[in-house]
């Protein structure tokens, strides 16, 4: 067991993207285990937008307390363990720090299964979070339907990269909106996509109207403000509208563009707004569909892995610039030897 | 049978609230029923913020052509009929315009039923539109249970007003928002409602936040932009937002004051919008509920009636202007025979 420890530090919730003053990385106490808890070590930490959420108010989760280490999604190996349900050795997930040891309650952490022969950032990047939360926005909240137009925003991340490939699996048309000619051709190329937009080059609005003339059945949003406006406008009669994330007003306070709700009123369309923790009976079935279509070749993976924890801040900043690179779920590897 | 005929001729789509350029008032040709065709004397002209959405551009029915009578809600006494349907003398209900006669086709028309008693304005404003759109608002998208928090805006409007006493009947809690102090003593000293926030005076955002610490539980949004926020921002947990109407950005191309979706998502709320044409076949039901509370006198009803055509558009513009003299459903009394 290694004898040091390393944090990023939540100073202060950050005003608009002035992560830098949030964020301090420093040398940190190793933590101890206290009753029913666990030591951990972390191997991957994962790097969402709903963690800017988390900095800045309470949410499904009470607000980040500042002086400790910043909260993320983990995989990590359990270094001691406090609690009847784990041992020393197990791998499991569940919401750690931004540190390379962190002591968390038993309660909170899954063990990981078997993968399969998959490397186990799998077990964070494409099953838990994303894929369940792609399978219930496709599914359940947008209940999409075969030969349906299905949108996705922030298409290249790690969600909305899963939601599209289900939407196609599913028998739907399938268009991507995403912030580079790179991830646009990654949509299409790679991951099968129909239409891909590059926001930062095309009028959505404009594309949409040609490339979908009917309009479009379901939108899965992931990012709100200008690009959630264009696609209403082009929303089909009784489209539906499962919104995921709002992206584009994380790093504000109140939305400097708000949805225009007047197309959505004249089509009788439905917007749903879901968080995966109020669907966690559903992940059993999405992950078991996932795994499935994976091992069939017909799901693509990729993980966009920065290594070292001291390189977190960087590649959490990159969630937040249009055209920075980015394609599917971003992570850091926190330890070298993890898999 | 009259000799004469006059007309609010539609000259242009208004830009925002300029109301007197888009209408004239002239006289016109008395028309002339062709095949399947009817002429209709108008009793009653309903005056409907939706009329604003009409003269905008496509809606659920065509936009309104220039140079012909603008188009409104109507209950009239057919003159002369051309189809087997109808008889001179029937009282009939249907799309037709701010003119003392009409010709409308005959298949767009319904028969007023005896209304037992009741005036026949009664058929205008509170069975068919007002009290099918309040009813299938609040019991099919919002979606109301006993012992839930309701909200409604343009609480002292024909559906606003209705949707509130359903509201009430069904067991909530109910809380109208009005642009007067005299709108709000009607509401909670008459109607019933629990409580009426007026919005010229009052922030409703802290409002809501006083009366209703749980949240609210279903939203009937009658009018969008900053009130529609400030309720947005009180939603409980799964909370429900049934959107009827956006009558505060009626008079903008795009909206100035968009949908924060932020506290939706947060509260995995859903927004279901809605028109009644897609929802006729629930207008049977609705009818029975509101006929049946009605005579146990525990809905009532306010006809707010401008005396003859001339006076149309004085009496429209008050729809729009916050804080103008309004409550329950705005009319003109066209023939000033008619009960």
Request: aromatic share 12%.
């Given at each position: 067991m290694a004898e040091s420890n390393r944090a990023w530090i939540f100073e202060q919730p950050p005003i608009r993207d002035d992560f830098d003053t949030a964020l301090k990385f420093r040398d940190w106490p190793m933590p101890e285990a206290g009753k029913d808890q666990v030591l951990v070590k972390?191997?991957?930490?994962?790097?969402?937008?709903?963690?800017?959420?988390?900095?800045?108010?309470?949410?499904?989760?009470p607000q980040i307390p500042t002086g400790l280490p910043m909260w993320g999604f983990v995989l990590g190996e359990i270094v001691k363990?406090?609690?009847?349900?784990f041992q020393a050795g197990d791998i499991v997930g569940?919401?750690?720090?931004?540190?390379?040891?962190?002591?968390?309650?038993?309660?909170?952490?899954?063990?990981?299964a078997d993968l399969g022969g998959m490397p186990l950032h799998a077990a964070m990047g494409l099953f838990r979070g994303p894929g369940g939360t792609a399978y219930v926005g496709v599914v359940d909240i947008g209940q999409l339907k075969a030969g349906q137009t299905f949108v996705v925003s922030g298409a290249a991340g790690s969600v909305g990269s899963l939601a599209g490939q289900i939407a196609k699996i599913l028998g739907a048309t399938v268009i991507g909106i995403a912030g580079s000619a790179e991830k646009c051709a990654w949509l299409t190329d790679d991951l099968g996509f129909d239409h891909a937009i590059d926001y930062t080059r095309e009028d959505v609005e404009q594309r949409l109207r040609e490339l979908c003339p009917k309009g479009v059945d379901v939108y899965f949003e992931n990012v709100g403000g200008a690009i959630g406006n264009a696609v209403a406008a082009n929303m089909a009669k009784f489209g539906r509208i499962a919104v995921c994330g709002l992206t584009a007003q994380y790093n504000e306070e109140r939305a400097s563009v708000g949805l225009d709700v007047m197309p959505l009123l004249l089509n009788g369309c439905t917007m749903q707004c879901f968080i995966l923790y109020d669907y966690l009976d559903r992940i059993g079935e999405a992950t078991a569909k996932i795994a499935g279509w994976y091992a069939q070749g017909r799901i693509k993976y990729h993980a966009d892995i920065t290594e070292g924890l001291e390189n977190a801040l960087s590649a959490f900043k990159r969630l937040f610039q249009p055209g920075a690179p980015h394609k599917g779920k971003m992570m850091v590897r926190v330890d070298r030897a993890a898999n």
């Open positions: 972390t191997l991957y930490l994962s790097l969402d937008p709903a963690n800017r959420r988390w900095m800045a108010g309470p949410t499904y989760m363990s406090n609690s009847d349900r569940g919401v750690g720090t931004w540190s390379d040891y962190a002591v968390m309650p038993a309660e909170g952490l899954d063990k990981i």
